[in-house]
């Protein structure tokens, strides 16, 4: 027998958790949350964010895509890490806490029915979730769920890049989430005390207290359920038996892989695509699955010709410590650079 919800969540990424805690907070409102991957329980590979590379080297929590061969990189597969545990990608990238470029937003908001994603009306929600270690001012938050905070870069290492920026004639810039983006900075990041702050610990685990949202993990979603063309409900699987889940809204936040894959399966997508699959065409939208666009990303390795490298900090006993300490390296020697310690750039925000 299927169970009624008012809203069922796809996904406990890091829009499913942001609107688990928001929809929540309506005490008459029951909510399902359903997930692919498992809880996100494990201190040292998604909660210290010294290990943030190990959970891209194995698809424990990470779905650990590739794509097939490309054309146009002589037959090369390219690796695309997506988060599959509770707190999606948020468990697993970067942290480092990066907004959009704000024409960004008004390039959008100049397009037809999205009047409303401007910058001006983005920024309030900006602010609402975090607490910027910059303090309150018109373009940063101090009472949000999400902790942002700013390293010291003491390290020579560090100072030397933002010296570097300005003798290319590029300007320091003090908050790269205010008023200018332009520039070399120290990069923000989503963490406080040495712990990750996931979308899961800041906005989901909070909001299950009150006790009208229902987790379940290890879910596989088959399809959307649909009477005529709305949205009623969900097919999935738990521990292998198939089962069924009645709402009276449907929000699907499976990711940029998932959710068009999750559409398809149900009927709505490229009407021959569908039929090609032999699945009855709910929505003949060409869109779906299309247009996947995000930023590249390479390792760049350098050697040290001072005894700075924070290649130390990346040894299994350091990331213990949080890499606050370094082993002292013998004077003068030239060390090479790991590519772990620059797998922070592999962020997916």
Same mark, same amino acid.
């Given at each position: 027998?299927?169970?009624?919800?008012?809203?069922?969540?796809?996904?406990?990424?890091?829009?499913?958790?942001?609107?688990?805690?928001?929809?929540?907070?309506?005490?008459?409102?029951?909510?399902?949350?359903?997930?692919?991957?498992?809880?996100?329980?494990?201190?040292?590979?998604?909660r210290m964010p010294a290990a943030l590379a190990v959970p891209l080297e194995s698809d424990r929590y990470n779905w650990f895509y590739h794509s097939e061969p490309e054309p146009h990189l002589d037959g090369r597969r390219v690796y695309y890490p997506r988060g599959r545990v509770v707190g999606g990608s948020s468990s697993i990238n970067g942290?480092?806490?990066? $907004? /959009? @470029?704000?024409?960004?937003?008004?390039?959008?908001?100049?397009?037809?029915? #999205?009047?409303?994603?401007?910058?001006?009306?983005?920024?309030p929600y900006f602010k609402k979730m975090e607490t910027s270690a910059l303090g309150p001012s018109a373009y940063r938050g101090a009472d949000g769920p999400i902790r942002v905070t700013i390293p010291d870069c003491a390290n020579p290492l560090f100072q030397a890049f933002l010296q570097a920026g300005q003798q290319a004639g590029y300007a320091l810039t003090e908050d790269v989430n205010g008023y200018r983006q332009e520039g070399f900075y120290r990069m923000e990041r989503s963490t406080f005390g040495g712990v990750r702050s996931s979308a899961?610990?800041?906005?989901?685990?909070?909001?299950?207290? $009150? /006790? @009208?949202?229902?987790?379940?993990?290890?879910?596989?979603?088959?399809?959307? #359920?649909?009477?005529?063309?709305?949205?009623?409900?969900?097919?999935?699987?738990e521990n292998g038996r198939k089962r069924k889940a009645r709402g009276g809204e449907i929000i699907l936040s499976a990711g940029a892989i998932n959710s068009p894959q999750i559409l398809k399966l149900s009927g709505v997508g490229p009407r021959e695509e569908l039929r090609a699959l032999e699945i009855p065409v709910i929505a003949d939208i060409p869109g779906v699955g299309e247009n996947l666009q995000?930023?590249?990303?390479?390792?760049?390795?350098?050697?040290?010709?001072?005894?700075?490298?924070?290649?130390?900090?990346t040894s299994r006993r350091l990331q213990y410590l949080g890499g606050r300490e370094l082993l002292p390296q013998p004077r003068g020697r030239r060390?090479?650079?790991?590519?772990?310690?620059?797998?922070?750039?592999?962020?997916?925000?």
């Open positions: 027998m299927a169970q009624d919800y008012d809203f069922i969540i796809i996904g406990a990424g890091s829009a499913g958790c942001v609107l688990a805690n928001r929809l929540g907070e309506n005490p008459s409102v029951r909510i399902l949350v359903l997930e692919a991957g498992p809880m996100d329980r494990s201190l040292y590979m998604l942290m480092v806490y990066l $907004r /959009g @470029n704000p024409l960004d937003y008004e390039r959008w908001a100049a397009m037809k029915g #999205l009047g409303s994603w401007s910058y001006g009306h983005c920024l899961a610990r800041r906005y989901l685990h909070p909001a299950r207290e $009150r /006790g @009208n949202i229902d987790l379940k993990i290890k879910i596989r979603v088959s399809r959307l #359920l649909f009477d005529g063309k709305r949205a009623n409900g969900v097919e999935f699987f995000d930023h590249l990303d390479f390792l760049v390795q350098y050697r040290c010709t001072q005894p700075v490298s924070l290649y130390p900090a060390v090479s650079q790991p590519a772990a310690s620059f797998r922070a750039g592999r962020d997916q925000l």
